[in-house]
């Protein structure tokens, strides 16, 4: 089997030259192969997505705008790992609760993956969610957030946008063809 594996290059020199709101720039020199090598990347404290499916093997999807591509996507909930000490399934059950109003007896994790590997150091957990109860928003919503749209999609309908590449959000592809992958293979 093919699998990914640790490795611990020497660091010889770690220092943050840009500071952001989620995220900072991080500058590092190390040895690799006989030489040192100097690479910049986005230091990021890691998120949490959920893939909630309910009885009829729909998916609940979320349509945020996203300035970077300026363009409205259709995601699956998810959020940042930036509560101390709270766990990864902990963060996605308070993710899927703060942006769609539902609760999920039942989360497993799906898959993980790494977003960028060769200029962020971002994983993203996901979590399938079902069992799902709709209890509605505790909070208020802002910025981008504010005018989310909460949708339930059939699973067919999602792999077919996605291999039409008309639905780009790489949690939503990871998580939906996992899925669709699994149920097909038992």
């Not at 840009?18 to 998120?47: C, Q, S």
């Not at 993710?95 to 898959?111: D, H, N, Q, S, V």
């Not at 949690?171 to 063809?177: C, D, H, P, T």
Request: hydrophobic fraction near 40%.
């Amino acid at each position: 089997m093919t699998f990914d594996q640790p490795a611990n290059m020497k660091l010889v020199s770690s220092d943050t030259v840009f500071e952001g709101m989620i995220w900072d720039i991080v500058r590092e020199k190390f040895e690799y192969a006989g030489e040192e090598l100097t690479r910049e990347f986005v230091n990021h404290p890691g998120a949490v997505a959920i893939l909630a499916v309910n009885e009829r093997s729909e998916v609940l999807l979320i349509r945020q705008y996203r300035h970077p591509v300026r363009e409205y996507l259709w995601e699956i909930p998810a959020g940042l790992r930036d509560v101390e000490a709270e766990s990864a399934v902990e963060a996605a059950r308070r993710e899927l609760f703060e942006e769609t109003g539902y609760r999920a007896k039942k989360f497993e994790p799906l898959i993980s993956f790494h977003t960028t590997p060769g200029g962020n150091n971002e994983t993203i957990e996901i979590f399938l969610a079902t069992d799902l109860t709709y209890e509605g928003h505790a909070i208020e919503l802002d910025g981008e957030e504010r005018d989310m749209q909460v949708s339930w999609v059939a699973l067919n309908e999602c792999l077919s946008s996605i291999l039409q590449s008309k639905m780009r959000s790489p949690s939503a592809l990871v998580a939906i063809m996992a899925y669709a992958l699994k149920a097909k293979n038992g």
